[in-house]
């Protein structure tokens, strides 16, 4: 009989499992039906390759959205598929700790326990993505000393100031990574009238998305479809376009950060000042972010060690150790009443 306690960061994008001290599946969030027989084809990476590239017959669903989940049967099956990739097809009742955003309400709380149950989990535990960040990075919240954790994903920008083991102030925005593709989408068709898929978008994020300008000007080379002829067109763009195309989810951002630093004590400010912002989620991997907020907020701004893997290395952590946060005033959630036999 193998271990049965792993940890889940259920993401918009991504999902990474934690099984056995190592972070053992980390696949997108994508499955592909067959519309006729309604039955899943493939999860994970192989349905993301599908995206755009499907018949009429074959549709690629991601089951969450904004960080909540939109599709329940998908997503069950899906987990369902994750367990099965781990330990085979041998009996498997997990006790999880899985991963959510701060602000889901408690009807989305509900379908996160339900999916899971249905997949096969016997014990369910839930942990805000802030809090399960900070101990995956390493960072002792614990004592009276203000920590700032943003946390920029696909589907929604995690904020939280933690302090003695809580969160002092929290805000979940519901612009992220996502949101950042689409507006290079929208910039492409309204400045060439040419049309792209998203994951050309985030192509272009990644290779030469900055949000700061610079002397030196980069650009690539990338394929559309002209929405004049309808046929195939090779195009350049360049990092300044890219820069003024994602102003505006950006500035939803900056002024999440902001908001909950208006609310943040006086006290738990100047710590932050002293020890600045961190940054996990892929979302932060935009170029020149620190510098960004550094400069509209006046709070120098780091990235953390393992931007993408602390949030669910922290979930695994908490697992393995329970009273983790018994000495902590973590009032949110406690980890204990979350505990569904």
């Known amino acids: 009989m193998i271990g049965n306690e792993l940890a889940i960061d259920f993401g918009t994008a991504n999902t990474l499992i934690y099984f056995e001290k190592k972070i053992v599946l980390n696949e997108p ?3 592909a039906f067959d519309l006729e027989t309604e039955t899943p084809i493939v999860f994970g990476t192989a349905a993301y390759k599908m995206i755009g590239r499907t018949p009429d017959r074959i549709q690629t ?7 909540v989940i939109s599709d329940f049967e998908v997503a069950e099956q899906m987990l369902r598929s994750f367990f099965r990739k781990i330990c085979g097809y041998k009996m498997f009742k997990p006790s ?7 602000g889901i309400t408690a009807v989305e709380h509900r379908f996160f326990e339900d999916v899971l149950k249905c997949a096969g989990a016997r014990k ?11 101990i995956g990075i390493g960072i002792d919240f614990a004592k009276p000393h203000g920590t700032i954790i943003v946390d920029i994903g696909a589907g929604t920008t995690d904020v939280a100031v933690l302090s003695m083991g809580g969160m002092a102030e929290c805000e979940s925005i519901k612009t992220a990574g996502n949101d950042i593709d689409e507006a290079i989408e929208k ?27 610079t002397q030196l000007s980069v650009s690539m080379k990338a394929k559309g479809r002209n ?8 195009f350049e763009i360049t990092s300044g376009e890219v820069l003024e195309a994602v102003e505006e989810p950006l500035g939803l951002i900056l002024k999440g950060i902001q908001g909950v630093m208006e609310r943040t004590p006086p006290e738990l400010m100047g710590d932050i000042l002293t020890d600045g912002i961190t940054l996990v989620g892929n979302g932060s991997k935009l170029k020149g972010l620190p510098s960004l907020i550094h400069k ?3 709070v120098k701004a780091r990235y953390a060690t393992d931007i993408e ?6 979930a695994g952590q908490v697992l393995k150790n329970i009273d983790l946060l018994a000495n902590t005033d973590y009032q949110v959630r406690q980890l204990r009443d979350l505990m569904v036999d």
């Open 227 to 234: 929405l004049y002829n309808g046929l195939p067109e090779i």
């Open 309 to 314: 893997g602390c949030i669910v290395k922290g």
């Open 96 to 102: 999880v700790v899985c991963s959510i955003p701060s």
């Open 29 to 31: 969030t994508v499955a």
């Open 124 to 134: 369910i535990c839930f942990l805000e993505s802030s809090i399960a960040a900070a």
């Open 296 to 298: 509209r907020l006046g």
């Open 187 to 213: 910039y492409v068709r309204r400045s060439r009238n040419i049309t792209i898929g998203l994951k050309t978008a985030e192509s272009i994020k990644i290779n030469i998305g900055s949000v700061v300008k």
């Open 61 to 67: 669903i991601c089951p969450v959205h904004k960080g």
